[in-house]
């Protein structure tokens, strides 16, 4: 099958894949672009989590595009509300005619004599077979995230097998699962697990919440008063665009005292949570972490919900090890043991970068991890590709719009300079190699050695703040003497590539 040849080749299409494509249509109109998209699905994370209460762990006016205001009254939403977020912005601004569902990537070599990639992928037909498909293109524009979608993180228990009950993952969860009337354990701490417990206490289960290390929790109202404010009194983008910067330094300002005052924001955060169950009520060890705030990934409680479920003993929070799964359900380590109806692991992602696809060079395969990232958004050494991989300890859209803009500036300077390759340098000796995030969550953890690193300075140095990020991609010249660009090959050159090929 004759290849495909675009300008810029997007792969994925959850928030990251539709920023990049209303950017590439909006600021690079002369570009030809498509999106390729494994799922028959839009939406990424949004269409493939199932788990009830499934909810935004940032606020939606950052969660949101800039683009695209969210309407809804909730800042704290659902994911089928935020689904058809998605939906509309992609019919409003004609983005699904881009789209290409059910191709999946499975690698990408860079041929320098004719300055492409030559992506090879496959496209499931209705009888479960696959046709392969390759595409070329200048530029290599990855938006897919960092976890897999097929499974997540399951810890090998004792006993496992010997369990008679329901077992589920919640990243798999069963449409037909109706946990009412029955008692569930949720194994898990972090966001999903705050989720899950209120959402199914709500339906009527009784609940465990059943964790190994406590989570800092911050409670949020569910809908943002000034927002509606706003949006009562000015025109519609104008309080959004206000909403949106409110939030980011708010979340800005948290992260920020976090890291120097950790103790202050320690007690304000406990205080919250004393505050929303009764009195009296001892919050060790459930609530009270052996690490700082923000060392992981903070967990948002809309309407303290969770507490809530605690408070009127419909859930209830258990701080303890596993020692063995049993027929009806757990035993701890302290010799406690949970009957269980069904078990829900919210136990964490599995990483893999770039969807899951190998990249090569000339041929010569790329170690993710030993990557240096430049900028946050390309990599050192690589000629023409960008990585959207959002913020940590804010919302993942925020720095996915600033990606998606920055790959718009460097494909136009590319087009005024008459170049048709980028290729950052990498950092000097004197520069040192740090790890790509400063978190210690344990999905990160498992995955430290797939992560590219960044430098301990310069634009090899990832930055932590969307102001400070703003500046550098969206402000600072394109060519700023580390980023190399260079001509297109000479005409001979691209013939003979194009024969081998």
């Known amino acids: 099958m004759t290849p495909e040849t675009l300008d810029v080749l997007v792969i994925g299409a959850g928030i990251s894949g539709l920023s990049a494509a209303w950017h590439l249509q909006t600021h690079c109109p002369d570009r030809r672009f498509a999106v390729l998209e494994a799922r028959h699905d839009l939406g990424g994370t949004w269409s493939l ?18 683009f695209k205001p969210w309407r809804e009254r909730h800042a704290i939403a659902r994911g089928p509300t935020i689904l058809q977020y998605l939906r509309e912005t992609a019919r409003e601004h004609g983005l699904e005619r881009h789209i290409r569902y059910g191709i999946r990537v499975c690698s990408a070599d860079w041929n320098p004599r004719a300055a492409r990639w030559e992506v090879r992928a496959v496209r499931a037909a209705a009888d479960g077979t696959e046709e392969p498909l390759t595409f070329h293109c200048g530029f290599l524009f990855t938006c897919a995230g960092y976890y897999r979608y097929d499974r997540g993180h399951q810890p090998a228990f004792e006993g496992m097998a010997s369990y008679q009950g329901i077992h589920v993952h919640a990243q798999q969860w069963p449409d037909d699962l109706d946990c009412r009337g029955r008692n569930v354990v949720v194994i898990g701490s972090g966001a999903t697990a705050a989720t899950l417990v209120p959402a199914l206490a709500a339906q009527g289960a009784r609940v465990v919440l059943l964790q190994r290390t406590p989570t800092y ?18 025109p519609e983008r104008w309080a959004y665009a206000l909403t949106r910067k409110k939030n980011v330094a708010l979340g800005a300002f948290l992260f920020g005292q976090s890291r120097k005052r950790p103790e202050r924001i320690r007690g304000f955060l406990l205080g919250q949570v004393a505050k929303a169950l009764p009195d009296g009520y001892d919050l060790s060890p459930n609530f009270t972490p052996p690490y700082g705030p923000w060392q992981q990934r903070l967990c948002l409680v809309p309407d303290a919900d969770l507490f809530k479920a605690v408070s009127d003993g419909r859930a209830e929070v258990v701080t ?18 949970l009957q269980a109806d069904v078990i829900v692991s919210a136990t964490g992602l599995e990483l893999q970068l770039l969807g899951g696809a190998q990249l090569s060079l000339d041929g010569v395969p790329l170690e993710s991890g030993r990557l240096v990232t430049y900028k946050g958004v390309m990599y050192g050494g690589v000629p023409n590709l960008a990585v959207t991989f959002g913020y940590v300890a804010a919302s993942w859209t925020l720095k996915a719009d600033l990606t998606s803009r920055y790959v718009c500036r460097l494909l136009n300077h590319m087009s005024a300079t008459g170049t048709r390759v980028a290729t950052p340098g990498l950092p000097p000796a004197d520069i040192t190699l740090e790890p790509f995030v400063d978190f210690s969550s344990g999905y990160f953890q498992r995955a430290m050695h797939l992560l590219p690193r960044q430098g301990a300075a310069g634009p090899w140095k990832l930055l932590d703040r969307y102001v400070d990020d703003r500046r550098r991609l969206l402000r600072e010249p394109v060519d700023d003497g580390v980023l190399v660009f260079s001509a297109a090959p000479r005409e001979s050159e691209v013939v003979a590539a194009t024969q081998a090929a």
């Open 49 to 66: 989590f199932r788990y009830p209460g499934f909810r935004s762990d940032s606020d939606m006016y950052t969660l949101g595009f800039h």
């Open 217 to 234: 929790y911050f409670i949020v109202p569910g809908r943002d008063r000034v927002a509606l404010l706003l949006r009562g009194l000015l």
């Open 320 to 337: 303890d090890h596993i020692e063995r799964f049993t027929g009806q359900g757990l035993r701890l380590a302290s010799g406690r043991e």
